[in-house]
């Protein structure tokens, strides 16, 4: 089995992206697969994952912040800082911009904290937003 890396690594996003969806399905999100009873999900862990990988599907990254609008009370903020401090993270500059959506669109002085606490650059902040 002679597989490209360009074929590989195609053929890996696309599995991530169906793992993605497959889970926000299982939370509620309205998506193209169904989700699978058999998994547990990780709200948190999705996520942090999905900051990373989702930007590959627009959709699946608009479905996300659609959910956390409504259903960001659930997540344990803690946690996520827990996690961010003993895992390496490419993400932290689009959860800082998550974070200070989510702090503008609530009360919830949980995001405003996360916002401030995880490194953001300027410039990937407003990216997302603005």
């Known amino acids: 089995m002679n597989t490209s890396l360009k074929t590989f690594k195609g053929e890996y996003q696309t599995l991530l992206l169906d793992f ?3 889970q926000w399905s299982a939370l509620g999100v309205a998506g ?6 058999s998994r547990i999900v990780d709200p948190e862990a999705l996520l942090l994952l999905t900051c990373t990988v989702g930007r590959f599907d627009a959709r699946l990254f608009d479905e996300m912040l659609d959910w956390l609008q409504t259903n960001g009370w659930l997540l344990n903020v803690s946690r996520l800082k827990r996690i961010l401090r003993t895992e390496k993270f490419a993400g932290e500059p689009v959860l800082a911009a998550i974070a200070g959506l989510l702090a503008k669109g609530t009360g919830a002085p949980k995001w ?12 990937a902040a407003t990216l ?3």
């Open 20 to 22: 993605l969806w497959c």
């Open 112 to 123: 405003k904290q996360l916002a401030a606490s995880v490194t953001r650059p300027a410039a």
């Open 32 to 37: 193209q697969v169904r989700a699978e009873e």
């Open 128 to 130: 997302f937003f603005h």
